[in-house]
């Protein structure tokens, strides 16, 4: 075989790759909520239960959230159902933009700067979780998130204030969300929640 047929041959191979990934990664694998809705979370395995039941696919999600997996601590511990982790491994969702209290902010990030395949990042940290991404920072340096996302809120987790922050960056789309789940949240909590997804619209 003469070089230059090798050489084609290898374009062809690369451009069919380039063609083909897409359709199992890409857009057009990405299930989106039409029209947008929110939904209440008792748990965090009822987060991943919402996701597995629509299909999701290659997601970004925003979780707003002091501990990651949702978990509770002390006597109202739940099991150990880590959703977000189980979402990146089955390719639900391919980066996470995990949202912490300003206030928990140097004991989360004294915890993650130890663990492995964690790299400092202006805001805060990236760590690799198999294909997918997490970053994790304070909400005193979140940036708008322009595709569309599944959002997480647990509303216990945060103050009056904070928690005002975060219904405002729903209503002014700088996080643009289809399914919305609030954790453990009051009805007052979901209502207000729910109002700003219909705002955003």
């Known amino acids: 075989m003469s070089p230059r047929i090798y050489t084609i041959g290898c374009m062809i191979v690369l451009l ?17 909520v039409s029209p947008p809705r929110c939904e209440v979370a008792g748990s965090s395995a009822d987060i991943f239960r919402f996701w597995k039941s629509i299909g999701v696919k290659g997601r970004v999600a925003v979780v707003f959230t002091r501990r990651l997996n949702g978990e509770v601590a002390g006597k109202e511990a739940e099991s150990p159902a880590k959703y977000v982790e189980d979402a990146l491994q ?3 969702v391919r980066t996470v933009y995990h949202v912490v209290p300003d206030a928990a902010w140097s004991e989360v990030s004294e915890k993650i700067s130890r663990m492995p395949g964690v790299r ?10 198999g294909a997918g991404r997490v970053h994790v920072f304070p909400l005193s340096q979140f940036m708008p998130i322009q ?9 216990a987790e945060w103050t009056t204030d904070e928690y005002g922050v975060i219904v405002n960056l729903i209503k002014q789309q700088r996080v643009s969300a ?7 949240g009051s009805d007052a909590e979901v209502a207000g929640l729910s109002e ?6």
Do not use: C, H, N, W
């Not at 069919?16 to 989106?32: K, Q, S």
């Not at 400092?120 to 979780?129: C, D, K, N, T, V």
């Not at 289809?178 to 453990?184: E, G, T």
């Open 90 to 92: 089955q390719g639900m």
């Open 16 to 32: 069919a790759g380039i063609l083909v990934l897409p359709l199992g990664y890409g857009p057009l694998t990405r299930v989106f």
């Open 178 to 184: 289809d399914l919305l789940a609030v954790l453990r």
């Open 120 to 129: 400092p990042i202006e805001s805060g940290f990236a760590i690799l979780f």
């Open 196 to 201: 700003a997804l219909a705002v955003s619209r």
């Open 147 to 155: 595709e569309k996302a599944l959002v997480v809120v647990a509303p």
